[in-house]
Structure formats: C-alpha cells, structure tokens
T-cell receptor, first 113, second 114 residues
Framework: GNSVTQMEGPVTLSEEAFLTINCTYT??????LFWYVQYPGEGLQLLLK?????DKGSNKGFEATYRKETTSFHLEKGSVQVSDSAVYFC????????????FGTGTRLLVSP | DAMVIQNPRYQVTQFGKPVTLSCSQT?????MYWYQQKSSQAPKLLFH???????NEADTPDNFQSRRPNTSFCFLDIRSPGLGDAAMYLC?????????????FGPGTRLTVT
C-alpha cells in the first residue's frame, strides 16, 4: 500500500535555528509529494510540492527534495521564526488515475523567541 | 481572491440532531472533497465529488452524506451526530484528478456535539 511516515513531534526550536522534519514514503507507483502546513485553528495550506525524482520544492524559505533512492522528502528551513509554529503534514498522491492524498501523521513545530 | 469558504467556522449541535456544514469555492474547480480531522490526527477523506459524480470512501459511515447542487457549493450532512463525530471538518477543491494536482483547503468548521 501507499503510506507516509513522519518524525514524531513536537519539534521544539529556538528562533533562527535550523529545521529538519523527516518524511519517508512507500508507494506502489511514482508519487507526487507535498508538504502542507496547518496553523492553529486553520485549514491546511500547501507549502511546497515536487512531482518527480530530484525535483526540489521551495516556498517561504522552506525546501524539500524528492529523493527516489531513499524514498524521502525531508522538509528543511535554514532559520525558523516564531511564526513558523504550526503542524506540518507530508503527503503523497500517485500520478495515475484518482488516488486520494495520503497524509503522514503530522509534526508539530514549536518555535520560541 | 479566489478561495474556499466554509460556514460556519464553529458549529454546536446536540447528540442525534441533524446538522449541515457548507462549503463554497470561487476557484471553479471540478473536484470537491470533505475531510474529517480529529485532534492531533491527519485529515481523513470522507468522500469527494468529481463534477456531479459522488465517490464515497469505503469506511465512511452511512451517517455522513453529501450534496453538490452546483459547481460552487458542496454540503456535508450528518444525519444523527454522535459524540465521536466531534471534529474539524475540512473542505478542499482541486482542478482535476492527478497527475500533479493540488488541493486547496478551506479554513474548516469545528463541530461540537453536546
């Protein structure tokens, strides 16, 4: 089956620290990969995406590279801000036919001043 | 700005009393989704519409129904809410099914069952 595994949180960092949130996947085909962010009390927002191997998605200082050899899509940011505190979901969908978004369990990030 | 709108943001209903949540979109997307998200969990897909075609997830309880009267609107009906149905309900849209589609989410409706 298709699944996404994320590191458990919460991840607690000080402002300006380096962030990595690990995400690995299992898929029967060739998935597209996504990171969604959910701020408290809000819906999900697409943060970045990558649709094929070696693609790098980037947005708002966040980056993730689609690594087919390690089946990973780790999220990184060089210097986090308090406003980055949120829950981050890694997700995949297959590129053939209709396949629903498969989410990881989410990782809560807490950034302190 | 084009967007996905959910009303109300907070809904309180009584045990067993039918409730309807609404979603509208100005994106003109042909696919609309309803998700249930319980505390500290990932969203769980309940069903989706591709245009007028309704697609139910196999494990969605019969208590949950949906209507899509036109492209812009989609409703989630909970016929007899139980305490276990208290959750955030998220509506999402996408232009079409894969490959490489993106889903755009509304802000959610938080449902409380008393």
């Amino acid at each position: 089956g298709n699944s996404v595994t994320q590191m458990e949180g919460p991840v607690t960092l000080s402002e300006e620290a380096f962030l990595t949130i690990n995400c690995t996947y299992t898929a029967t085909g060739y998935p597209s990969l996504f990171w969604y962010v959910q701020y408290p009390g809000e819906g999900l927002q697409l943060l970045l995406k990558a649709t094929k191997a070696d693609d790098k998605g980037s947005n708002k200082g966040f980056e993730a590279t689609y690594r087919k050899e390690t089946t990973s899509f780790h999220l990184e940011k060089g210097s986090v801000q308090v406003s980055d505190s949120a829950v981050y979901f890694c997700a995949l969908t297959l590129n053939t036919g209709f396949q629903k978004l498969v989410f990881g369990t989410g990782t809560r990030l807490l950034v302190s001043p | 700005d084009a967007m996905v709108i959910q009303n109300p943001r907070y809904q309180v209903t009584q045990f067993g009393k039918p409730v309807t949540l609404s979603c509208s979109q100005t994106l003109n997307h042909n696919v609309m989704y309803w998700y249930q998200q319980k505390s500290s969990q990932a969203p769980k897909l309940l069903f989706h519409y591709y245009d007028k075609d309704f697609n139910n997830e196999a494990d969605t309880p019969d208590n949950f129904q949906s209507r899509r009267p036109n492209t812009s609107f989609c409703f989630l009906d909970i016929r007899s809410p139980g305490l276990g149905d208290a959750a955030m309900y998220l509506c999402a849209t996408s232009r079409e099914t894969p490959p490489s589609y993106e889903q755009y989410f509304g802000p959610g409706t938080r449902l409380t069952v008393t």
